[in-house]
């Protein structure tokens, strides 16, 4: 399997308070990714890093921030917590952009009262 | 816009039934790809189809992508309750990312 890890795997939190989702990954992969998974919505890209501080927006960006700072790191910011943003929030990467697999983390559920 | 209709979205069947789902969409994909998710875990690739009307087997898992890379189906023979889970399929997007369908529910009773 590949060495993908997120944390934290759960947590609670309030609407307004600041979040932040880690992604670390042990395989150098050049591409990691933020998707979120909702019912009915399925897995939608929130960020992607094509590289160290190289970042850019994918189909549902408002409200989330990202940065990575180091190949294996990727983080995901959640500036001032919305309920809408209760999800699971899965972190992916990937050696090539095109055509390639993505392995995935086994997730962080993210609940926001 | 691509997209990605699964179907069914639900399927409860009993060991030992064979059953398909079926992954449609309008437009033209130069690859798909399959996950199965299992509750708690992130989705797992199966297999990736790259030419159109190819055929791949894994197992007692068969998958086939369309002549015209439009579709794609996966075909499971005598279910077992360990291929109980979310099935995806999954094509490339514009910025590189995954376009995912909303998956297939698949619930094996022994």
């Known amino acids: 399997d590949a060495g993908i890890t997120q944390s934290p795997r759960h947590k609670v939190t309030e609407t307004g308070t600041p979040v932040t989702l880690r992604c670390h990954q042990t395989?150098?992969?050049?591409?990691m990714y933020w998707y979120r998974q909702d019912p009915g919505h399925g897995l939608r890209l929130i960020h992607y890093?094509?590289?160290?501080?190289?970042?850019d927006k994918g189909e549902v960006s408002d409200g989330y921030s990202v940065s990575r700072s180091k190949t294996e790191d990727f983080l995901l910011t959640l500036e001032s917590a919305t309920s809408s943003q209760t999800s699971v929030y899965f972190c992916?990467?990937?050696?090539?952009?095109?055509?390639?697999?993505?392995?995935f983390g086994d997730g962080t559920r993210l609940s926001i009262l | 816009t691509q997209l990605l209709e699964q179907s069914p979205q639900f399927l409860s069947i009993q060991e030992g039934e064979n059953l398909t789902v079926y992954c449609n969409s309008s437009?033209?994909?130069?690859?798909l790809q399959w996950y199965r998710q299992e509750p708690g875990e992130g989705p797992v690739l199966l297999v990736t189809?790259?030419?159109?009307?190819e055929v791949k087997k894994l197992k007692r898992l068969t998958f086939q992508f369309g002549d015209a890379r439009k579709d794609s189906s996966l075909h499971i023979t005598a279910a077992q309750p360990g291929d109980t889970g979310l099935y995806l399929c999954?094509?490339?997007?514009?910025?590189?990312?995954?376009?995912f369908g909303k998956g297939t529910k698949l619930s094996v009773k022994p």
């Open positions: 992916a990467i990937s050696d090539y952009l095109d055509n390639q697999p993505q392995h």
């Open positions: 395989e150098n992969h050049r591409y």
């Open positions: 890093s094509y590289g160290v501080k190289d970042t």
């Open positions: 437009s033209v994909f130069s690859s």
């Open positions: 189809v790259v030419t159109g009307g």
């Open positions: 999954a094509g490339p997007g514009s910025q590189g990312n995954l376009i």
